[in-house]
């Protein structure tokens, strides 16, 4: 058994096969189970992240019938993926063999994995990959259980993996290994074939299990192996439970790696982030902060209490919130401050600039240093298009004040609180925007008195 190998690059090709055939009943969903997200992405998108991705190494995904949704899945996140369809279920080996001809054209290593374990690390597929160039036919991912019930164990004789026996059929003193197997394994694209080709012709039932492969590569004289992974790094996912179990060791796993690379949580288990997350270093984010795909925080900037951000660029030294929503396409530059109960929408906050209080800015660019007064909004749609608001560098918006796009304001102008701007605001100038204020002396004392009167004759 072998756990330290080598991990750097061969030069060996490789083909990695990632079967996304399984129903996940269990899941209780019209999703595919592999189309379920874990922090932000599907989990069949993980486990080709993980996947060996060198010049000449190629990637099979293995789908069952009418699933041209998973199909799409995978090639939307890797274009050339290879697709094929597992229109009888008889078995993972059976599974893989329908992807025969990427294997007969495989030229070096062939890796099976499964979409449904979205925390499997690409290091751990190198390990795999590394241990086969070291001369192993069948290199099998193993762990150590603290419950191995259900698992199948992988057995060894004479120091080398010998067999993988399923719980049912294992013996008293079988069952009592810890030692097991986790369904990745990585073979000699040299013997795969033969060896799949062997599992179908021995197995009188016409199942054809991956499993079966160990015991034949043995009889034949190749040497099987393997390689220790963490328990928690290979679970599969089958149903909801499990689901938000996998979630919370990658939320767990991404705010360690985003902590160690010199960014604050300060409640790092009320923090969610997303799988592409990018975060810089001196970056403070307090707690119940929510972190869709898509965004970046560079250096200092700091992100308050219960914000939520999704596709944004938070420039360096930025700060927002609390209770800020940043959506797709809003952009804060350097020292750009997004203030409490603020929405933006596909918008640039300029420099220094400053959208403090209760405001909605879409489809805008904010220059360097303006300021937008609380509970400014730009009227960005007409019900059928969108279009865009500009506020030039230094410009200041009053409370209260509608912008109705598209329109322009310049730089340095003001715009007088309460105003409804429709037409454009020439650089400097002032904007305003008001009826006449109307005011009658008395006339409250007289309307609260008719109505008073009205209610004691018993008129509603």
Known sequence: MSDDVATGPEARACLTLVLA??????????????????????????????????????????????????????????????????????GTAHAVLAARAALEAAKGDVIIAYGDMPLILPE????????????????????????????????????????????????????????????????DGAVVLALLDAIGNANSQGEFYLTDAVEIACARGLVCDVVLADEAEVRGVNDRVQ????????????????????????DPASVHLSFDTKIGFDVIIEPQVFIGPGVSIETGAVIHASSNLEGVKVGPGANVGPFARLRPGAVLEQGAKVG?????KAARIGAGAKVSHLSYIGDADIGAEANIGAGVITCNYDGFLKYRTIVGAGAFVGSNSALVAPVSIGAGAYVGSGS??????????????????????????????????MKAKGRS
């Open 21 to 90: 055939a399984g129903e996940g009943k269990r899941m209780r969903s019209a999703l595919p189970k592999v189309l379920h997200h874990v922090a932000g992405q599907a989990m069949l998108a993980h486990v080709l992240d993980a996947a060996p991705r060198q010049a000449d190494d190629e990637i099979a995904v293995i789908v069952g019938p009418d699933r041209a949704d998973v199909a799409a899945a995978a090639q939307a996140k890797h274009p050339g993926v290879r697709i094929f369809t597992q229109t009888e279920r008889r």
């Open 124 to 187: 751990t597929l190198a390990r795999l990959k590394a241990r086969r160039a070291q001369g192993a036919a069948v290199v099998v991912l193993g762990f150590h259980a603290a419950d191995p019930t259900g698992y199948g164990r992988l057995l060894h004789k004479d120091g080398r993996l010998a067999a993988i026996r399923e719980e049912r059929d294992a013996s008293p003193q079988e069952r009592a290994v810890t030692l097991c197997n986790s369904g990745l394994v990585a073979f």
């Open 243 to 266: 689901l938000a179990e996998a979630e919370a060791l990658m939320q767990e796993r991404l705010r360690r790696a985003a902590m160690l690379a010199g960014a604050t949580l300060v």
């Open 340 to 344: 409490n109960f603020v929405e933006i």
């Open 420 to 453: 409804v701007i429709t037409k454009d605001v020439s650089a400097d100038a002032l904007a305003l925007e008001r009826n006449q204020q109307l005011e009658k002396p008395g006339w409250a004392q007289s309307f609260r008195a008719r109505r008073l009167a």
